[in-house]
């Protein structure tokens, strides 16, 4: 039976991930930066990953085959305003590149036949002049959040060629769940089409309605990151869909599919940062990985959509 490590284990991918690995036959043992929740169907531990000695004492005594590095430190626009820029990168840096390479160290030192899996994200990019970004694309990231992902994939290519361990990263795109919180945009849509189910007077207030992602199916995205574990030698990997679409059409299709019509329930409020960014969008062309692995995400974006909006729909009438 495979042993699997997963850090950040309470976030929307580590629930999904560790559900998929224990569908699988694995061990699955997590860890949380707070107390882990109850309700999780596998043993969680709360350790600090930026000691390293409770780091190397985690994977003593875990002995994992493959470790899924998920921490992340997402900050919002309100983070952006209360926050100095110093402090932005002290905690990006601090989960993605300092705790990251306490796990690397341990496994090269002690664990070498150990693998571990990135995940980084498409910020790394910052503003690409090509309409789809691949792993060659230049990688110059413009926010603490993209500069420090980058350079926890550099940590990672750089303890696979001189420390010869298996660490591969995958350069996530968005990708939703009906895991996501409420300061996400999907989940703000689909809880407010809840909110005018019963009430119809009720109004959803988002930013940029022309703004365009490459939005992917989260359960999907968590299978890519199994496959690029087994794949026989490390590497980057984009995990995209290669599709734009723009926050009206997430919009139309969500109301879709409870069959009203978003323009007479949705008004754009140009001040609201939460989808804004400069730039074009970031669309990922994941053919590296369809190539490697035969991955293929499994549902659609209007698919996706109704999926998002039937499980808040249903949640709410519980």
Known sequence: MKRALIVGASGQDGRLLGELLLSKGYLVHGLTRIAPSADLPWECSQINILDSTDVDACLGKTRPDEIYYLAAFHHSAQDKISMSVRDLFQRSFDVHVYGLTNFLETIKTKFPMTRLFYASSSHVFGLPSQEKQTESTPVIPISPYGISKAAGMACCRHYREHGSIHASAGILYNHESNL??????????????????????????????NARVDWGYAPDYVEAMLQIVQMPYADDYIIATGESHSVEEFVEKAFECVGLDWRNHVEEDSQILWNKRLGGPLVGDSTKLRQSTGWMPTVTFAEMVCKLVNYHLAEMLK
């Open 180 to 209: 996501r919180n409420v300061e996400f945009l999907s989940r703000k849509i689909t809880d407010g089409i809840g909110k005018i189910m019963h009430n119809r007077d009720h109004k959803i207030i988002l930013g940029d309605l």
